[in-house]
């Protein structure tokens, strides 16, 4: 099993950044896909960014451009680089991993496990 656990949620204006946290603890294998996902209130749940263990990324074009996923993989972390934030961007943002060499379909389909998410608020 494997735990993730989210960090560097908060509030901020639209137009300004944020950097999400994930760090994995327990059972990791070298091929991986790992990314983020939001869920707004009142709405379903969305990929946002993915990544896999030979560091292709995939983005939502809403967010292309402005979000940046990346991996530091001698410290088991995710990181999700947020600029230019806007208030839809509001939501709990979550971080899912699963042991596949490939993210593809991750982003509609999901991940197989997930940490407890972080807040992100953005004020207009």
């Known amino acids: 099993q494997v735990q993730l656990v989210e960090s560097g949620g908060g509030s901020v204006q639209a137009g300004g950044s944020l950097r999400l946290s994930c760090a994995a603890f327990?059972?990791?294998?070298?091929?991986?896909?790992m990314g983020w996902f939001r869920q707004a209130p009142g709405k379903e749940r969305e990929g946002v960014a993915v990544i896999d263990s030979d560091g292709s990324t995939s983005y939502a074009d809403s967010v292309k451009g402005r979000f940046t996923i990346s991996q530091d993989k001698a410290k088991n972390t995710l990181y999700l680089q947020m600029s230019s934030l806007k208030p839809e961007d509001t939501g709990m943002y979550y971080c899912?991993?699963?042991?596949?060499?490939?993210?593809?379909?991750?982003?509609?389909?999901?991940?197989?496990?997930w940490g407890k998410g972080t807040l992100v608020t953005i004020s207009s």
């Open positions: 899912a991993a699963a042991w596949l060499t490939y993210c593809n379909g991750a982003l509609t389909d999901g991940l197989d496990y």
């Open positions: 327990g059972n990791t294998y070298s091929s991986y896909c």
